[in-house]
């Protein structure tokens, strides 16, 4: 992995929680408390899509949460630490790594620059939040060319789109160049196990749709 990761973000949303509750239920790491209860945001941290397996390259397994999930994840059959995880909006080019559950030596400290998914979150608890950072979401009943906005630090007011591009500008550039193999070059990363878990209620997404199946009320 390259010592410098790209972007940091604190995610507001359900699945990153139930990501690393599963771990834990394996075995894994314990998440923090913070992050159980959902007062603080997880964080992620975004790192170029290039590195090495040094050992234990047997011990990487893949999973997604559902059926429906796009997100790879890899975790160790040994001790059920996520390592990292691809999503395919990353077009190859980052990996994202949640560092509230794993760690790795010599990687450096970077500090968060928004929020994401803060659909998620409770809105008033949201507003609370500090540090206060600009916050990305996705309206799930909006067309797709408005489906993604994002809001003024500590407010849900939209603010400027050209925010987005800003922030997650390190999606789009490409990893360096070798040496190093890339995640879809791990053994099973394309073909993820589905643990087959119920989305977390709390899902704007799934309050959503609940409601329009009961006539949109
Ligand atoms: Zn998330």
């Known amino acids: 992995m390259h010592s410098l990761p790209r972007l940091k ?10 990501r690393i509750n599963w ?10 408390l913070e992050h159980a209860e959902r007062k603080v945001p997880i964080p992620l941290i975004y790192m170029a ?21 796009e997100c790879s994840m890899c975790i160790t059959t040994c001790c059920h630490t996520l390592m990292f995880a691809d999503h395919p909006c990353y ?3 980052v990996l994202v790594g949640m560092p509230a559950a794993a760690t790795w030596q010599g990687l450096e400290e970077k500090e968060a620059e928004a929020y994401i998914q803060i659909q998620d979150w409770d809105p008033e608890d949201y507003v609370q939040l500090e540090p ?38 390190p999606f789009f550039s490409p ?14 990363a394309e073909t993820p196990w589905n643990l087959g878990l119920a989305e ?3 899902s704007k ?5 609940d409601s329009s199946a009961a006539g949109g009320a």
């Open 132 to 169: 206060k950072l600009p916050g990305s979401y996705t309206d799930h009943m909006a067309a797709p060319e408005e489906k993604f906005g994002i809001a003024k630090p500590g407010s849900l007011e939209p603010d400027d789109k050209s925010l987005l591009m800003e922030i997650f500008g």
């Open 205 to 209: 997404k799934l309050q959503l749709s």
């Open 91 to 93: 077009s190859g080019n």
């Open 49 to 69: 899509n290039r590195f090495q397996v040094l050992r234990g390259a047997d011990k990487l397994s893949f999973y997604k949460l559902r059926d429906d999930a």
């Open 200 to 202: 977390d209620r709390s």
């Open 23 to 32: 771990c834990e239920q394996q075995g894994g790491p314990k998440v923090p």
């Open 175 to 188: 990893p360096p160049e070798g040496p190093g193999i890339q995640f879809k070059d791990l053994p099973g």
């Open 9 to 18: 973000l604190k995610c507001c949303c359900v699945d990153c929680l139930q």
